[in-house]
């Protein structure tokens, strides 16, 4: 059973520069959810996509966006790249309506981006 | 989304049992109490979900007094490849919130 997968695993880019992440979720999931992690600190929640549409969204500016496909994969667009936004990116999965908390996320290993 | 505060760091000998907890003052009556791990470099790993009282699975047990104000994961005979952080996360999506909401966690290590 293939887990959450990831696309590519590092990537460093220029200031000013645009980067895609790319997301596989976990199989029989349907939501995809994107955290920014900076060093020593916890994830940050970006956005969350489902059914194709944004369902949720963190505090973070325009710049970052996100497609959810029919196959339930995601991107994450970040434009005009900053210093900060030098970060591990990740990604989880769930399932919609799932028990409890529902929709219990279960993460990717995570995109390092480096902004130079 | 309730806010939790959790020790920043803890140490411990392998063997041991490991108790962290968590305090959640201000959990709502629908919120659950969830934990993660996460290595350096990986992403979070769920451990174990719950609700009240006792909750065990093979990983861990996670005990939720009945005032649900704080709880506590046990790790059993912890080992070297247990060092990781542990984040405490309360939460509940029926309130139309689906977000994860991470602190700092508290940063376990083993000791051999």
């Known amino acids: 059973d293939a887990g959450v997968t990831q696309s590519p695993t590092h990537l460093i880019k220029t200031r000013g520069q645009q980067v895609t992440l790319r997301c596989s979720p976990k199989s029989g999931h349907d939501t995809v959810s994107w955290y920014q992690q900076a060093l020593g600190q916890g994830p940050q929640f970006i956005f969350q996509?489902?059914?194709?549409?944004?369902?949720q969204r963190g505090n973070f500016p325009d710049r970052f966006s996100g497609h959810q496909f029919p196959n339930y994969s995601s991107e994450l667009n970040v434009n005009a790249l900053l210093l900060g936004d030098s970060a591990l990116y990740l990604c989880a999965s769930s399932l919609f309506g799932g028990t409890g908390w529902g929709e219990t996320q279960y993460f990717g290993p995570g995109t390092r981006l480096l902004v130079l | 989304l309730a806010k939790t505060t959790q020790p920043i760091s803890m140490d411990s000998y392998e063997g041991q049992e490991v108790n962290i907890t968590c305090s959640h003052n201000n959990i709502a009556t629908n919120d659950y109490i969830t934990w993660y791990q996460q290595f350096p470099s990986q992403g979070p790993r769920f451990i174990i979900q719950g609700y009240k009282t006792k909750v065990t699975n093979e990983v861990a047990s996670l005990f939720i007094p009945a005032d649900r104000k704080s709880s506590t994961l046990s790790l059993p005979r912890v080992s070297l490849s247990d060092t990781a952080v542990y984040y405490c996360l309360v939460g509940d999506s029926g309130a139309g919130s689906y977000q994860l909401t991470f602190g700092k966690g508290t940063k376990l290590s083993v000791i051999p």
């Open positions: 996509y489902y059914e194709e549409e944004e369902r």
